[in-house]
């Protein structure tokens, strides 16, 4: 969750060295330097000795990083999600008690959970994160739950997108298989890179040669 908790403050401190900050490509996102690095491998034929030096990975982050993109795609280049993941039972738990009792304490969900008989049974502490997570704990307004809403909606958006498998890439063809035009996360991945990086042609002829519609593009 950490990479997502901490993106509006990436984004914040990306903005002033952007090449154009009205477009979210953004080179210091982690996510960005991913596709940055699977792209001058792929797409510009640099050795991948060079490539990790350049972006100051290892090689065997790399070769990892390859091939998930092989398997799942562009969405390869997103940390992995939920690696503290938490008991499903105790998280539907804790999520039916505070909606239907906002005030209740991370004790009382401890003590229906033994109750209950969960196992493992959890800590005080365990039920506070799942809390946090979900933008419900005793101190959170209305704009803090709608934002970490929004944390959950991504987190499972990308673990559906790194479960589907994306076929027609190979290394023995890395330059002409990299773009995949039906691959629609790679398609505003290099809609926005092209925006953000400039070039001769007009916003509007870039958006409509990926097939995008100005309302779509701006939303």
Not at 71 to 88: C, I, K, L, T
């Amino acid at each position: 969750m950490n990479y997502l908790s901490e993106l509006p403050s990436v984004v914040a401190h990306a903005l002033p060295k952007a090449a154009n900050p009205n477009v979210p490509f953004f080179l210091d996102d982690p996510v960005v330097q991913n596709y940055e690095l699977l792209r001058v491998v792929w797409l510009q034929g640099q050795s991948v000795t060079q490539a990790c030096l350049a972006a100051g990975h290892l090689r065997r982050d790399y070769y990892k990083l390859e091939n998930a993109f092989l398997h799942h795609g562009v969405s390869a280049a997103y940390p992995e999600m939920g690696s503290g993941r938490q008991n499903e039972k105790l998280e539907r738990l804790a999520l039916l008690v505070k909606s239907s009792r906002p005030k209740a304490t991370e004790k009382m969900i401890l003590r229906l959970s033994e109750a209950l008989g969960l196992d493992p049974c959890p800590s005080l502490r365990t039920i506070g994160r799942v809390l946090h997570c979900h933008g419900i704990g005793n101190v959170r307004d209305k704009s803090e739950r709608q934002y970490w809403q929004g944390i959950q909606q991504s987190v499972q958006t990308i673990e559906i997108l790194k479960s589907r498998q994306e076929p027609g890439r190979n290394k023995s063809n890395r330059r002409g298989t990299f773009y995949q035009a039906e691959e629609g996360l790679q398609v505003r991945f290099e809609l926005f890179r092209e925006l953000a990086m400039g070039g001769k042609e007009t916003m509007a002829e870039v958006i409509r040669r990926y097939g995008l519609s100005r309302p779509t593009f701006y939303k």
